[in-house]
Antibody, heavy 117, light 111 residues
Framework: EVQLVESGGGLVKPGGSLRLSCAAS????????MAWVRQAPGKGLEWVSS????????YYADSLKGRFTISRDNAENSLYLQLNSLRADDTAVYYC??????????WGQGTLVTVSS | NFMLIQPHSVSESPGKTVTISCTRY????????VQWFQQRPGSGPITVIY?????PSGVPDRFSGSIDVSSSSASLTISGLKTEDAADYYC??????????FGGGTRLTVL
């Protein structure tokens, strides 16, 4: 069974940093493109970033303007998202997703990041 | 880039059929496949349709997807509505640069 478990969320002050993790199990992690998607409270889904299986291809939403960095460790079956220079509008649940063929996504349950002073 | 526009909400009675639209502004809806995700309150999303018309294993065949090139829109149809189908539904696609785009979401009420 595919399992994606996000962690690392919490309360952080504006301007602060946070590192999110996604622990993957139940499949060959190194074979799949992975992604992060976020959802602000009461709002819709917003794509954050994607990373190919070998980290050769990395994409970010333009709105992030270089503040976020996606990475992965295939030996540890883990996906990461480094969040820097956090702002109040970065407050959201951050979901990890496995990208199957045809964008049939498998999703985690999310981790909440709250940016507030 | 392009936008995907969905109605904010739809409602229908149990046992009936409902269709949720997703209209692409800028570009051809058939340029890249459309996916549909269901999100129940308090839960993460799940895929109910991918590649426009495909259903993941475990998704009931009451869920179906279609594309209308003439109106540049995709649709999700749910037949034989059940109360458990009440959720937010999001369409999704991507562009030639592998940037993802989500529709704003449609809240389905089954009453």
């Amino acid at each position: 069974e595919v399992q994606l478990v996000e962690s690392g969320g919490g309360l952080v002050k504006p301007g602060g940093s946070l590192r999110l993790s996604c622990a993957a199990s139940g499949f060959t992690f190194s074979a799949y493109t992975m992604a992060w998607v976020r959802q602000a409270p009461g709002k819709g889904l917003e794509w954050v970033s994607s990373i190919s299986s070998s980290s050769n291809y990395i994409y970010y939403a333009d709105s992030l303007k270089g503040r976020f960095t996606i990475s992965r460790d295939n030996a540890e079956n883990s996906l990461y998202l480094q969040l820097n220079s956090l702002r109040a509008d970065d407050t959201a649940v951050y979901y990890c997703a496995r990208v199957n063929s045809g964008y049939n996504l498998d999703w985690g349950q999310g981790t909440l990041v709250t940016v507030s002073s | 880039n392009f936008m995907l526009i969905q109605p904010h909400s739809v409602s229908e009675s149990p046992g009936k059929t409902v269709t949720i639209s997703c209209t692409r502004y800028s570009g051809n809806i058939a340029s890249n496949p459309v996916q549909w995700f269901q999100q129940r309150p308090g839960s993460g999303p799940i895929t109910v349709i991918y590649e426009g018309i495909q259903r993941p294993s475990g998704v009931p065949d009451r869920f179906s997807g279609s594309i209308d090139v003439s109106s540049s829109s995709a649709s999700l149809t749910i037949s034989g509505l059940k109360t458990e189908d009440a959720a937010d539904y999001y369409c999704h696609s991507y562009d030639r640069n592998n940037y993802w785009v989500f529709g704003g979401g449609t809240r389905l009420t089954v009453l």
